[in-house]
């Protein structure tokens, strides 16, 4: 039996902590918490960068694991998107289109794991990894534009354009995963 309480998993319950305090300092963002912001979102990115590289270094990969990881990634991207659309100029479309894709992720696992009754959860794939990653620095970018003295115009639209190809191309390949996990015997 593998041990579920590891570095690499306690890593990813401190990520699902910080995703409320980002939300919180995104809503209530003054000059001056907005280095509290930066930093705390900075220290969620490198506990996301850490957390998968320790669990393969240290041979400490567990189912825990692959749900704590990801369920992580989805809790960060939907409270932090969430108040963004709220505070700032962050697309209303590009939001509902991230927070779909995302819950029919899960809802697709969800169908994999209780219906076909699989006992193990089919990892992320690597245009799933890059376009979370594209969806990452855009929030990032959005975040630093929340700065008064900050115009990030250019940039937010360059990766705007980029996460939409990233994001639509990441759909359709968990849909193809998807489809040959359902279908598999």
């Known amino acids: 039996?593998?041990?579920?309480?590891?570095?690499?998993?306690?890593?990813?319950?401190?990520?699902?902590?910080?995703?409320?305090?980002?939300?919180?300092?995104?809503?209530?963002?003054t000059p001056a918490n907005y280095p509290v912001l930066?930093?705390?979102?900075?220290?969620?990115?490198?506990?996301?960068?850490l957390d998968g590289y320790l669990?393969?270094?240290?041979?400490?990969?567990?189912?825990?694991?692959?749900?704590?990881?990801?369920?992580?990634?989805?809790?960060?991207?939907?409270?932090?998107?969430?108040?963004?659309?709220?505070?700032?100029?962050?697309?209303?479309?590009?939001?509902?289109?991230?927070l779909s894709r995302d819950f029919l992720i899960l809802s697709a696992s969800f169908i994999l794991v209780k219906i076909k009754k699989r006992k193990k959860i089919t990892p992320s794939n690597l245009i799933g990894k890059v376009a979370f990653s594209v969806i990452g620095a855009l929030i990032f970018i959005f975040i630093l534009d929340l700065h008064k003295n900050l115009d990030l115009e250019i940039f937010k639209r360059y990766f705007v354009a980029l996460g939409v190809g990233f994001l639509a191309w990441s759909v359709v390949e968990y849909y193809e995963v998807y489809k040959k996990e359902k279908n598999a015997r």
Do not use: H
């Open 38 to 49: 930066i930093g705390i979102f900075c220290f969620s990115m490198l506990l996301d960068l």
């Open 55 to 98: 669990a393969r270094k240290l041979s400490q990969e567990t189912e825990l694991g692959k749900i704590l990881d990801p369920v992580a990634d989805k809790l960060m991207v939907v409270l932090i998107v969430l108040a963004l659309m709220i505070k700032s100029d962050f697309p209303v479309w590009l939001g509902v289109s991230i």
């Open 1 to 29: 039996m593998e041990k579920q309480l590891n570095i690499p998993n306690v890593l990813s319950g401190l990520r699902l902590l910080t995703a409320p305090a980002i939300f919180l300092l995104i809503i209530y963002s």
